[in-house]
């Protein structure tokens, strides 16, 4: 199985500061057609997951543009540009290119 | 809009059985692959089982090949998860998803909990 690997595992940040979360795949993510099924969640404290991103850097439907997504092969990067109080929560990862499909472990982010 | 609305969670004893549903509005159900995935109290997410449009192909996490089935009623734009000898792991929140690639879409998801 592909292992997906996130880091940090909690990132505190001030409000209105930058972060950024890293995501790394044990194998390339590209598939066969050419695309790399590498998303992004949100999971907010007791919500469902929410996508952010989908194929590395398509932000979806009413996301701010304050979140993006980048990368490529194997080394992946949520960046947000500026932190707000909503954005709290976990972020995962997950690649949709190898069955199974995995998860990264997420990282935890909090206002410091 | 799209909706995904999951049933069927609860207490069961290990081995024991539990068949939950999910229910599809907003979208042409029968178009799409279709996805569970769950999430132990206060753990990570984890993709269980997909299944293609016509049913005819379906995907499961090893954990749970053997154990559970994935299916779904194009008719009754519904998704389906049987769950057979359950055990203790296996106790999580499920969530209906979408297309299993993206995951665009999710359920509020429902509580399946084993133990005596």
């Known amino acids: 199985d592909v292992v997906m690997t996130q880091s940090p595992l909690s990132l505190p940040v001030a409000l209105g500061q930058p972060a950024s979360i890293s995501c790394r795949s044990s194998q390339s993510l590209v598939y066969s057609d050419g695309n790399t099924y590498l998303t992004w969640f949100q999971q907010r404290p007791g919500q469902s997951p929410r996508r952010l991103i989908f194929r590395v850097s398509n932000r979806d439907s009413g996301v701010p543009d304050r979140f993006s997504g980048s990368g490529s092969g194997t080394d992946f990067t949520l960046q947000i540009s500026r932190v707000e109080s909503e954005d709290v929560g976990v972020y995962y990862c997950m690649q949709g290119t190898h069955w199974p499909f995995t998860f990264g472990g997420g990282t935890k982010v909090e206002i410091k | 809009e799209v909706q995904l609305v999951e049933s069927g969670g609860g207490l069961v004893q290990p081995g024991g059985s539990l068949s939950l549903s999910c229910a599809a509005s907003?979208?042409?159900?029968?178009?799409?692959?279709m996805s569970w995935v769950r999430q132990a109290p206060g753990r990570g997410l984890e993709w269980v089982a997909s299944?293609?449009?016509?049913?005819?192909?379906?995907r499961y996490m090893d954990s749970v090949k053997g154990r559970f089935t994935i299916s779904r009623d194009n008719a009754k734009n519904s998704l389906f998860l049987q769950m057979n000898s359950l055990r203790a792991e296996d106790t999580a929140v499920y969530y209906c998803g979408g297309e299993p690639r993206t995951l665009g879409y999710w359920g509020q998801g429902t509580l399946v909990t084993v133990s005596s």
């Open positions: 299944i293609n449009r016509d049913g005819s192909d379906k």
């Open positions: 907003g979208f042409t159900f029968s178009s799409y692959w």
